[in-house]
């Protein structure tokens, strides 16, 4: 199971809205709703950020939202603020009944 | 509060067996799926097992199957993976979770194990 494809990174001003893909294949993301979304601070462990059914968990901000079209899902943060930096990774099931992980996008910024 | 420690972690030589071990509580966990993910030094999430309530139902990623084994005790509250012919590109950082409806949705704080000679 190959894992799904993110951007290596993304960078983006304060205020700034930011998108991070994530392409799959009709395997995985294009065989479910959507995929839950994962953010990691160098050191520690990740933390869900967005549910497969596109929730939010509690104290996560409005600020960051999930969908998906096809094969590809996407992680839109807006009004980007610093304390965003950070590496993401979504994560699909798959027809496999196993799970994938994209290959992690590193947000940046400026 | 939810809790998962994790301990087994080390140093081991290819070819060899390791146990790591979850300790979950603040939950029950006799009624989560739990899986277990790593990520090797520098290097992205990849996920590698997981287990349903019972034990009954369970699945591997490829690059572990035949060498690794996800069990669980739910008297002890407790997540296990034994790790064995372990290579030098096991070596990672080992994550258990627990599962909500296919969201992993806490973490332990993670063990190092490192293959090498």
């Known amino acids: 199971q190959s894992a799904l494809t993110q951007p290596a990174s993304v960078s983006g001003s304060p205020g700034q809205s930011i998108t991070i893909s994530c392409t799959g294949t009709s395997s995985d993301v294009g065989s479910y709703n959507l995929v839950s979304w994962y953010r990691q601070v160098p050191g520690k462990a990740p933390k869900l950020l967005i549910s497969?059914?596109?929730k939010r968990p509690s104290g996560v901000s409005n600020r960051f939202s999930g969908s998906k079209s096809g094969n590809t899902a996407s992680l839109t943060i807006s009004g980007l603020q610093a304390e965003d930096e950070a590496d993401y990774y979504c994560?699909?099931?798959?027809?496999?009944?196993?799970?994938?992980f994209g290959t992690g996008t590193k947000v940046t910024v400026l | 509060e939810v809790q998962m420690v994790q301990s087994g972690g080390g140093l081991v030589q290819p070819g060899g067996s390791l146990r790591l071990s979850c300790a979950a509580s603040g939950f029950t966990f006799s009624a989560y799926w739990m899986h277990w993910v790593r990520q090797a030094p520098g290097k992205g999430l990849v996920w590698v097992s997981r287990i349903n309530p019972d034990g009954s139902s369970i699945s591997y990623a490829d690059s572990v199957k035949g060498r690794f084994t996800i069990s669980r005790d739910n008297a002890k509250n407790t997540l296990y993976l034994q790790m064995s012919n372990l290579r030098v590109e096991d070596t990672a950082v080992y994550f258990c979770?627990?599962?909500?409806?296919?969201?992993?949705?806490?973490w332990g704080q993670g063990t190092l194990v490192t293959v090498s000679s």
């Open positions: 994560c699909s099931f798959t027809i496999s009944r196993t799970y994938v």
């Open positions: 497969e059914g596109g």
């Open positions: 979770t627990r599962d909500t409806f296919g969201d992993k949705d806490f």
